[in-house]
């Protein structure tokens, strides 16, 4: 029996007594326990759901709306000051607690706004960039900040893991540093590692998790320019929210002893790093869990050094929130060659399925995969079958002969690619793409890494970026259903050998690289993006509409009058959800100005999937959009711009 097959038996088998305790605890909505016109996580709630109450803004009265107020970044300041300081998209998903909103910039700076006119209330500014050319892996981006309220003393804070390594607390209300809080208000996220690791190759970006008193971190890890098989792992560690005492450490990666450590052969779990959770999580305090999305183990391509399937690398790990012991784990990838981390956290909320009412999680991919778990037990709802897949002859890798597939739901985006999928608009094009094509070999989901020169490389599809995204998935909780955006990506994937002094074996040089179509074009037939409904309690598709215009006005396609496309490769779009609303931001990854509807958010029927309009915006969105309630006014608000020139806050409201 397969290690990973072996081990997730395991742990089911022990936790019937524990599924029996808590079959009678509330919904996830009754749990969440924030305001019904506020936003305190980065879904919402601790449950990720990124669903709000608030009906003022519907179908009729969407394209009615119209900026209320907008806050110009403080990282455009310093971008125009400092040529040497470069800016990613504005990335941050606002927070709003009474009264006040909250939002990161992408030079790791904070502020808080009043939510009615977008006035600074106050900013925070650690001027990280002052000692730093450019953070590890992605650059100067950040994705936002994490509340807590004690409701003992009524102090609220806010948390912020940072560029520099440090975890910060600052008060809500005026921004001051808590000098309590760590040492004089930081708590150097360096420390309390389960081994050594190489700082100048980590950084900060995600919000960390908030469950009860308790705050978790993840990290990322550089996953570029790597030379040697040791690397820093990604280990997942607890802090008092008043203290910042450190509680707890989880080895992602196991040491010594302990559970799953006989998946790294050849005791490479010593050496072996990554296999971090570099996005955000779930928390589910009733039942006192915290799940983790975790990513891939070092390198991404190649795994000949770590022979075995590598737990908890590419897995959904359910932690308890007080001691940090692994209460259940589902790996979704077996020694991951792909990129194929997990890129966003899980969304929590109660199916019914066959008249059995469940407490499900549902983890999206960048495969396309929704993983249906049972988040009590860890137990699959539908069937996930280990089925062969493509084996590679890679000098000295270890291949998994099997890995999990879901029976349902279906997939919600390409996976894998033939010679049908190619583009057809035109007999030219076709030809143009057949050509292009013969660079490389079609082939299906989890086709390997091939050695430069040896033979031709497969076509990765979904490439390393998707499939789904940070941006992740959202939840009806009132109906069940799920709703992701996705984008549809090649990717081509070769590895070199490193010879001594490097130690890592073989890697790509630099990166797996797209492969276009003809003319620019895609090189495979429309959608690019979409947007997908999936129902949890049957475990089939709602519907699936493409997400944007895409190329069509393309001067290859423009005469041929073509339907919306579904907007490019790129990275895909927040989804936000409303009682009668799917709110979903457009954006693509090159921000041409002539693709107008990249600069747009759109509203769609949840129900149907009809698109009902879009509102135009400064700049495409970066940000997730949230809502909030202010002085009993809707308001939606998203972050819009590059970061360097025009980067902005922007709230829309019904005029």
């Given at each position: 029996?397969?290690?990973?097959?072996?081990?997730?038996?395991?742990?089911?088998?022990?936790?019937?007594?524990?599924?029996?305790?808590?079959?009678?605890?509330?919904?996830?909505?009754?749990?969440?326990?924030?305001?019904?016109?506020?936003?305190?996580?980065?879904?919402?709630?601790?449950?990720?759901?990124?669903?709000?109450?608030?009906?003022?803004?519907?179908?009729?009265?969407?394209?009615?709306?119209?900026?209320?107020?907008?806050?110009?970044?403080?990282?455009?300041?310093?971008?125009?000051?400092?040529?040497?300081?470069?800016?990613?998209?504005?990335?941050?998903?606002?927070?709003?607690?009474?009264?006040?909103?909250?939002?990161?910039?992408?030079?790791?700076?904070?502020?808080?706004?009043?939510?009615?006119?977008?006035?600074?209330?106050?900013?925070?500014?650690?001027?990280?960039?002052?000692?730093?050319?450019?953070?590890?892996?992605?650059?100067?981006?950040?994705?936002?900040?994490?509340?807590?309220?004690?409701?003992?003393?009524?102090?609220?804070?806010?948390?912020?893991?940072?560029?520099?390594?440090?975890?910060?607390?600052?008060?809500?209300?005026?921004?001051?540093?808590?000098?309590?809080?760590?040492?004089?208000?930081?708590?150097?996220?360096?420390?309390?590692?389960?081994?050594?690791?190489?700082?100048?190759?980590?950084?900060?970006?995600?919000?960390?998790?908030?469950?009860?008193?308790?705050?978790?971190?993840?990290?990322?890890?550089?996953?570029?320019?790597?030379?040697?098989?040791?690397?820093?792992?990604?280990?997942?560690?607890?802090?008092?929210?008043?203290?910042?005492?450190?509680?707890?450490?989880?080895?992602?990666?196991?040491?010594?002893?302990?559970?799953?450590?006989?998946?790294?052969?050849?005791?490479?779990?010593?050496?072996?790093?990554?296999?971090?959770?570099?996005?955000?999580?779930a928390v589910d305090e009733e039942l006192g869990y915290v799940?983790?999305?975790?990513?891939?183990?070092?390198?991404?391509?190649?795994?000949?050094?770590?022979?075995?399937?590598?737990?908890?690398?590419?897995?959904?790990?359910?932690?308890?929130?007080?001691?940090?012991?692994?209460?259940?784990?589902?790996?979704?990838?077996?020694?991951?060659?792909?990129?194929?981390?997990?890129?966003?956290?899980?969304?929590?909320?109660?199916?019914?399925?066959?008249?059995?009412?469940?407490?499900?999680?549902?983890?999206?991919?960048?495969?396309?995969?929704?993983?249906?778990?049972?988040?009590?037990?860890?137990?699959?709802?539908?069937?996930?079958?280990?089925?062969?897949?493509?084996?590679?002859?890679?000098?000295?890798?270890?291949?998994?002969?099997?890995?999990?597939?879901?029976?349902?739901?279906?997939?919600?985006?390409?996976?894998?690619?033939?010679?049908?999928?190619?583009?057809?608009?035109?007999?030219?094009?076709?030809?143009?793409?057949?050509?292009i094509a013969d660079r490389a070999r079609f082939g299906p989901?989890?086709?390997?890494?091939?050695?430069?020169?040896?033979?031709?490389?497969?076509?990765?599809?979904?490439?390393?970026?998707?499939g789904a995204n940070w941006q992740g998935a959202a939840v009806?909780?009132?109906?069940?259903?799920?709703?992701?955006?996705?984008?549809?990506?090649?990717?081509?994937?070769?590895?070199?050998?490193?010879?001594?002094?490097?130690?890592?074996?073989?890697?790509?040089?630099?990166?797996?690289?797209?492969?276009?179509?003809?003319?620019?074009?895609?090189?495979?037939?429309?959608?690019?993006?979409?947007?997908?409904?999936?129902?949890?309690?049957?475990?089939?598709?709602?519907?699936?509409?493409?997400?944007?215009?895409?190329?069509?006005?393309?001067?290859?396609?423009?005469?041929?009058?073509?339907?919306?496309?579904?907007?490019?490769?790129?990275?895909?779009?927040?989804?936000?959800?409303?009682?009668?609303?799917?709110?979903?931001?457009?954006?693509?990854?090159?921000?041409?100005?002539?693709?107008?509807?990249?600069?747009?958010?759109?509203?769609?029927?949840?129900?149907?999937?009809?698109?009902?309009?879009?509102?135009?915006?400064?700049?495409?969105?970066?940000?997730?959009?949230?809502?909030?309630?202010?002085?009993?006014?809707?308001?939606?608000?998203?972050?819009?711009?590059?970061?360097?020139?025009?980067?902005?806050?922007?709230?829309?409201?019904?005029?």
């Amino acid at each position: 029996m397969r290690e990973g097959r072996r081990l997730r038996g395991l742990v089911a088998g022990g936790l019937t007594v524990v599924a029996v305790a808590v079959a009678a605890t509330g919904s996830v909505t009754a749990q969440s326990a924030v305001p019904d016109g506020e936003w305190h996580h980065f879904g919402r709630d601790g449950a990720n759901t990124k669903y709000s109450p608030l009906d003022q803004i519907t179908a009729e009265n969407f394209t009615d709306l119209e900026i209320a107020w907008r806050w110009t970044s403080l990282s455009r300041a310093v971008a125009a000051s400092n040529e040497r300081i470069r800016p990613s998209a504005f990335k941050s998903s606002p927070l709003m607690a009474n009264g006040l909103v909250y939002v990161s910039t992408a030079l790791g700076q904070a502020a808080a706004l009043d939510a009615g006119t977008g006035e600074p209330v106050w900013t925070y500014d650690p001027r990280i960039y002052d000692d730093m050319e450019r953070p590890p892996n992605m650059g100067w981006h950040h994705r936002g900040l994490s509340y807590w309220k004690d409701d003992e003393s009524d102090d609220a804070r806010i948390f912020m893991a940072n560029h520099d390594l440090k975890l910060v607390a600052l008060n809500a209300r005026t921004g001051a540093l808590y000098p309590g809080f760590g040492e004089n208000g930081y708590v150097d996220l360096t420390q309390g590692y389960g081994r050594a690791i190489d700082a100048s190759r980590m950084t900060y970006s995600s919000p960390v998790a908030i469950a009860g008193d308790t705050i978790i971190t993840g990290s990322i890890v550089q996953d570029t320019n790597i030379r040697l098989r040791e690397a820093s792992p990604g280990d997942v560690r607890a802090y008092d929210a008043r203290t910042g005492a450190m509680k707890w450490i989880f080895h992602t990666i196991p040491q010594g002893d302990e559970f799953g450590v006989d998946s790294w052969q050849n005791e490479s779990w010593r050496y072996s790093g990554h296999t971090n959770v570099w996005s955000y999580m779930a928390v589910d305090e009733e039942l006192g869990y915290v799940y983790l999305p975790t990513g891939t183990p070092s390198n991404d391509w190649y795994g000949g050094m770590r022979p075995g399937n590598n737990l908890f690398a590419e897995s959904i790990v359910a932690l308890d929130i007080e001691t940090g012991q692994r209460v259940w784990h589902f790996q979704a990838i077996h020694h991951g060659l792909f990129d194929w981390d997990f890129p966003t956290g899980p969304n929590l909320l109660d199916i019914t399925v066959d008249g059995r009412e469940i407490k499900a999680i549902a983890q999206v991919s960048k495969q396309a995969f929704t993983y249906v778990l049972d988040r009590v037990t860890g137990e699959p709802v539908w069937p996930i079958e280990e089925r062969p897949v493509p084996q590679g002859n890679v000098p000295g890798e270890w291949y998994s002969p099997t890995q999990p597939f879901p029976t349902k739901p279906p997939p919600f985006d390409r996976q894998g690619i033939a010679i049908d999928d190619l583009i057809d608009f035109t007999p030219e094009l076709r030809a143009e793409a057949l050509e292009i094509a013969d660079r490389a070999r079609f082939g299906p989901l989890f086709s390997p890494p091939v050695l430069r020169g040896a033979e031709k490389p497969y076509m990765q599809v979904p490439g390393a970026g998707g499939g789904a995204n940070w941006q992740g998935a959202a939840v009806d909780p009132e109906t069940g259903r799920l709703f992701v955006s996705s984008s549809s990506t090649l990717i081509v994937v070769e590895v070199i050998e490193y010879p001594p002094p490097a130690t890592i074996g073989y890697f790509t040089d630099p990166w797996g690289v797209s492969l276009s179509g003809p003319q620019g074009l895609p090189l495979f037939k429309p959608p690019y993006k979409r947007v997908t409904a999936l129902d949890l309690n049957t475990g089939d598709q709602a519907w699936m509409q493409p997400h944007g215009d895409g190329p069509r006005h393309h001067p290859a396609l423009v005469d041929l009058n073509l339907p919306p496309l579904g907007g490019g490769g790129g990275i895909t779009s927040g989804p936000l959800v409303t009682p009668t609303l799917l709110i979903m931001n457009h954006g693509g990854r090159d921000y041409e100005e002539t693709a107008a509807s990249s600069r747009t958010i759109s509203a769609y029927d949840k129900d149907t999937g009809k698109h009902l309009g879009s509102v135009d915006l400064p700049a495409p969105p970066g940000g997730n959009p949230v809502t909030y309630l202010h002085e009993g006014k809707q308001h939606l608000v998203v972050a819009v711009g590059r970061g360097g020139t025009d980067a902005e806050l922007i709230a829309l409201t019904l005029p």
